[in-house]
Structures are given as structure tokens and as C-alpha cells.
């Protein structure tokens, strides 16, 4: 297990460097990202301004206010994943994003997309969004704010995490390694309690 500080844009091999159960520090710009946000991209042919490639993108709809024609965080938490599942590998091959965050994790597409374009999932811990919030210096910029809150957030971090590597581009899954391991404690109770 190692730790390792990243300023985005982060390369290829920097992404398959990271291993399951590793922990990430970020630093520089990160993109919040949600639901409707990936449905106009994918689904309704939308485009971004911004350039993601070698980025991080955060799974969030922020609370946020408008002061003097700028946005301020007022709460910046990570929403969860699953339901993002489907745009993991179109943000990767066509945006070349390489860090997908979030909480719950992902899927087995999700899994072979990293391993396909070298990325990995950075897990954050639920009911930490006033936290989160400390890391976010500043929200550089916004797309998409027809969306809002689920725009496409640019923001300025330092010091985000540190985040769990809880899948990697090598196949390895932390959601598949608890998963295993609980049904094994499972079945060892049920057998030790004689139920079949």
C-alpha cells in the first residue's frame, strides 16, 4: 500500500500506478460531474468546453451561492456512483478522463474501462461533505449551468483526500474483495449454525 499526491492532469502511467487500497491526494483542478450532466453529454450530443483529459472527475451536484457573478462552495459532497455506471468508459475514451470519484463504487464496466484506458476509482467515505468542502479552494469555472447544479464544475483543490484506490486498472476491485469475504463469513456462520 502506498500514497501518492496528484496534480491533475495526471498521465497513463501515473494512473496505472495506482493499486487497490492505495490513498490519493489531489491538488489542482478537479471536475464535479453528476447524472443529468453525463445524460446531455452522452445521450443528447452536448459538448464541454472543458478539456478533461488526464483529469479527475467527482460524482457531486454541490450546494453553492452566487456571489458578485461568481459561484462559491457552500457545500461540495460526493453523491453516489452506481448510477453513473454507463459513462464511465464514454468520460474515459472520449474525454480521456483517468480518476473516477465517488462513494458505493461501480461496476464490472467500470472495471474493464480502467483497465482498457488506464484509471481508477477513488472511493470517498459517505457523510463527509462538510470536509470535502474544506479542500475546495475556490470553483474556477462552470459549464453547462443550464444543468444546475448539475453543471459541470471546474474546481480548484488542495489537499483533497486522501482517497481509498478502490479499483484499479490492473482488475482489482475492494467492492469485489469485501464482497468475497463476507459471503465467506456468511457461510461459515451458516455452517457452524447447521443451516444448509
Known amino acids: 500500500m ?9 498521465s497513463e502511467a501515473d494512473a496505472r500506478r495506482l493499486r487497490v487500497e492505495d490513498t490519493v491526494t ?6 464535479g460531474i453528476r447524472d443529468a ?15 478533461l483529459k488526464g483529469h479527475a472527475v467527482l460524482h457531486t451536484a ?5 456571489v458578485a457573478g461568481k459561484y462559491e462552495p457552500v457545500c461540495i459532497g460526493t453523491t453516489t456512483s ?15 478522463v483517468r480518476l473516477v470519484i465517488g462513494k458505493g ?6 472495471l474493464e ?43 480548484r483543490v488542495r489537499g483533497f483526500g486522501p482517497l481509498v484506490v478502490a479499483m484499479d486498472s490492473h482488475g482489482a476491485s475492494l467492492y469485489d474483495k469485501v464482497n468475497s469475504a463476507a459471503r465467506e463469513r456468511r457461510a461459515a456462520v451458516l455452517k457452524q449454525l447447521g443451516v444448509g
Not at 450532466?37 to 478539456?51: E, L, P, S, V
Not at 463504487?105 to 467500470?110: K, N, T
Request: aromatic share 12%.
Open 2 to 10: 502506498a500514497h501518492y499526491d496528484l496534480t491533475a492532469p495526471i
Open 26 to 31: 489531489l491538488n489542482g483542478a478537479l471536475y
Open 37 to 51: 450532466t453525463q445524460i446531455h453529454m452522452f445521450d443528447r450530443g452536448r459538448k464541454t468546453r472543458f478539456d
Open 62 to 66: 454541490p450546494n453553492v451561492r452566487k
Open 82 to 96: 452506481d448510477r453513473m455506471e454507463r459513462f464511465t468508459a464514454p468520460l474515459m475514451e472520449q474525454y480521456g
Open 105 to 110: 463504487g461501480l461496476r464490472a464496466g467500470s
Open 113 to 155: 474501462a480502467f483497465k482498457k484506458f488506464g484509471g481508477a476509482y477513488l472511493a470517498v467515505i459517505g457523510g463527509t461533505a462538510a470536509l470535502e468542502t474544506t479542500w475546495v479552494e475556490a470553483i474556477e469555472d462552470v459549464d453547462l449551468d443550464d444543468l444546475h447544479p448539475e453543471s459541470l464544475w471546474k474546481f
